[in-house]
């Protein structure tokens, strides 16, 4: 298959009309899209990603006008979408257009990706794009283009090409369906950012409490793994972080390939040959976190130790990513 790789929106705009997939980079990370009214198209995007059928996929939109127009938006779901859209918030809402994929759901994840190339292209393609973050299913998302060409060349119809991910891990996903809102997945907008406009938000049970219950997640995707590598994370604090990439552990990884990401150490003699990454702030450590772990794929190293930053404002999504990517939290 010929892949059109171009910065015009027109063109993949029109692609995405016409039944085709495209990839593109939203604020957060790569998605892989299809025209949400087109059912075909959103499934191809299921079997080129390995994707299990129950896990719905996220509409882009390029305006709230339209999101309104398609769902059940509530006073406090406008308010939300008036102050982080667009921007890197997911909000699970009810259906009005039941024609958006996949028809049989009567809730459907919406979002407005901040590029406004992006946007633009959405509205080309007719409004709305189904679209989850472009990698194989279970893999840690991709946030550079030469990654998504490594993987994705000649296996969909576009790549939009615009500035890589400035963010690095996915949206925040917030339910909205039932009268206490449910806080899904935490992205850079927190929990607490959330509870000053919303002081009824819950989070979600933790797996035990559900399993206890027998409550069936109320975010399909919840129940999968997600996020890792190949190799094996190893979660570490700061003391262990610094001893690791000084060599002062050796005996845990004598024989195996390592590396490493944290942040930087002072009167560092380290070298950064063996793949360590060092990083100055929340920030970066967020979107160079998954890129990262795919260097370290494809260098085909056997373990990573990645520094886990303190609970505190600006690290609630990037320590759920290392502890999923650790496999600590499902
Ligand atoms: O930042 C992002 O959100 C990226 C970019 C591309 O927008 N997308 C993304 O999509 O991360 P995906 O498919 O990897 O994650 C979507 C999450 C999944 O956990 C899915 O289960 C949940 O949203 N979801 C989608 N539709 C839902 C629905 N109707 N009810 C509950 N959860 C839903
Ligand atoms: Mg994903």
Redesign the pocket.
């Known amino acids: 298959m010929d892949t059109l790789v171009s910065p015009d929106p027109k063109a993949l705009g029109s692609i995405l009309k016409s039944g085709g997939l495209v990839i593109?980079p939203?604020?957060?990370?790569?998605?892989?899209?299809a025209s949400s009214e087109n059912e075909e198209a959103c499934l191809r995007i299921y079997q080129l990603k390995n994707?299990p059928s129950d896990?719905?996929?996220?509409?882009?939109y390029d305006s709230i006008e339209r999101i309104e127009f398609h769902c059940v938006l509530s006073p406090l779901g406008r308010k939300l979408l008036e102050t982080f859209s667009p921007g890197?918030l997911?909000l699970?809402?009810r259906k009005k257009n039941r024609n958006l994929f996949p028809k049989e759901?009567n809730?459907?994840?919406v979002?407005i990706?901040k590029p406004e190339v992006v946007r633009n292209m959405i509205q080309y393609a007719g409004g709305v794009v189904s679209?989850?973050?472009?990698?194989l299913s279970g893999r840690p998302?991709l946030t550079r283009l030469e990654d998504i060409k490594f993987y994705f060349l000649g296996k969909v119809d576009g790549i939009l090409v615009a500035p890589d991910p400035e963010?690095g891990?996915?949206?925040?996903?917030l339910?909205l369906?039932s009268d206490d809102p449910v806080f899904?997945?935490p992205?850079t907008i927190e929990f607490g950012d959330l509870q000053t406009l919303i002081p009824n938000l819950r989070r979600i049970p933790s797996l035990a409490e559900r399993e206890k219950n027998e409550v069936s997640?109320?975010?399909?995707?919840?129940k999968?793994k997600?996020y890792s590598p190949k190799a094996k994370i190893i979660l570490c604090s700061r003391e262990e972080f610094v001893a690791k990439v000084q060599g002062n552990d050796s005996e845990v990884i004598s024989g195996k390939k390592w590396g490493a990401i944290g942040f930087s150490i002072l009167e560092n003699s380290v070298s950064s040959s063996k793949g360590i990454r060092f990083v100055d702030s929340y920030a970066e450590y967020t979107k160079e976190l998954y890129a990262f772990f795919e260097s370290c794929d494809k260098m085909e190293l056997d373990l990573i130790f990645c520094e886990v930053p303190i609970e505190e404002r600006g690290t609630e999504g990037l320590r759920n990513r290392l502890f999923k990517a650790a496999e600590k939290l499902s």
């Open positions: 593109f939203t604020e957060t990370v790569y998605g892989i899209g994707r896990n719905p996929l996220i509409c882009h890197p997911t699970v809402l759901l809730t459907v994840a979002r990706p679209a989850p973050s472009a990698n998302s963010i891990i996915e949206s925040t996903v339910d369906t899904l997945r992205g997640p109320l975010s399909p995707g919840l999968y997600h």
